[in-house]
């Protein structure tokens, strides 16, 4: 009758509503989980320590690997800068070579010294000249630590991975847990290759970027702080792996049912969205 089915639906929210009281064995349970969880993080902690004392050791060749798109395109912009300023100097006045003759120097050579001092204001040097310095004494060594900690968790990312995945494989099913053990390595594979791309471009991105130093008078210089460069290198790199993460995370949401291609074209203006505001 309709009184049964309302009196059920009131027991229903009742039931719902109701907080079951905290037994000693689900207090057990949430103990254990999270001393498994400070377990795992200190695991990671310590992958990533030992990573970092890796990467310092090797710091030299890491960081020629980084500097290596800016330091072709300072060649070549140096390189055009001497060329521009040889041929300004074809063109001007120098003085006559003076000749010790005590304290005193002839009219002539006095005039030609004059001139050639005229024409040096007159023509300033020409074209980009591109170098690296620090502004601040720490900085060498905040660099050199960045750095470490960054390819150290570059380097320890698989191992920090299978923590989290080892975590959390418990709350899982088997068919949960199956793609999971396919999208693991195709993710890692996707990661490095955004990287990849991400390196390859930096060398044309460079020379994009100093070619707008042209639209500025001369004498103009840029001079590059190492930190700014790598941190930005880093950055652009980061990004382009993220990116390259979009198949896999699709793939997952698609295997956990999360994700329909009829969800992906009824919302795609949100993902437009997302994706601007992300962007």
Do not use: C
């Not at 140096?78 to 300004?88: E, F, G, L, V, Y």
């Amino acid at each position: 009758s309709a009184y049964n089915r309302g009196s059920k639906r009131k027991e229903g929210k009742a039931m719902f509503f109701r907080r079951e009281p905290m037994t000693d064995e689900r207090r057990m349970e949430l103990v254990e989980h999270l001393g498994e969880l400070r377990t795992r993080l200190m695991r990671s902690i310590l992958y990533l320590i030992l990573g970092a004392i890796i990467a310092y050791q090797f710091f030299t060749p890491l960081y020629a690997l980084l500097y290596k798109p800016l330091q072709r395109e300072m060649k070549v912009q140096n390189a055009i800068a001497a060329t521009k300023q040889k041929a300004s100097a074809d063109n001007g006045i120098f003085p006559l070579p003076l000749e010790p003759k005590g304290e005193t120097i002839t009219r002539d050579e006095y005039l030609s010294l004059r001139n050639a001092v005229i024409w040096l204001h007159a023509h300033p040097g020409t074209g980009n000249q591109v170098a690296m310095g620090f502004t601040k004494f720490w900085e060498p060594f905040m660099l050199r630590l960045k750095l470490s900690i960054i390819f150290g968790f570059i380097l320890t990312a698989p191992f920090i991975l299978w923590e989290i995945t080892q975590f959390i494989a418990p709350a899982l099913t088997a068919e949960e847990k199956r793609p999971l053990r396919l999208l693991m390595p195709v993710s890692v594979l996707m990661m490095a290759s955004g990287v990849t791309l991400a390196y390859s471009i930096m060398f044309y991105a460079i020379r994009w970027f100093l070619s707008y130093m042209d639209d500025f008078p001369p004498p103009n210089s840029l001079l590059q702080n190492p930190q700014d460069y790598v941190l930005f290198f880093v950055k652009i790199m980061a990004v382009f792996g993220l990116v390259f993460q979009l198949p896999v995370i699709l793939s997952g949401g698609a295997f956990l049912g999360l994700i329909s291609s009829k969800g992906i074209i009824k919302n795609w203006r949100y993902g437009i969205l997302l994706a601007a505001l992300s962007g």
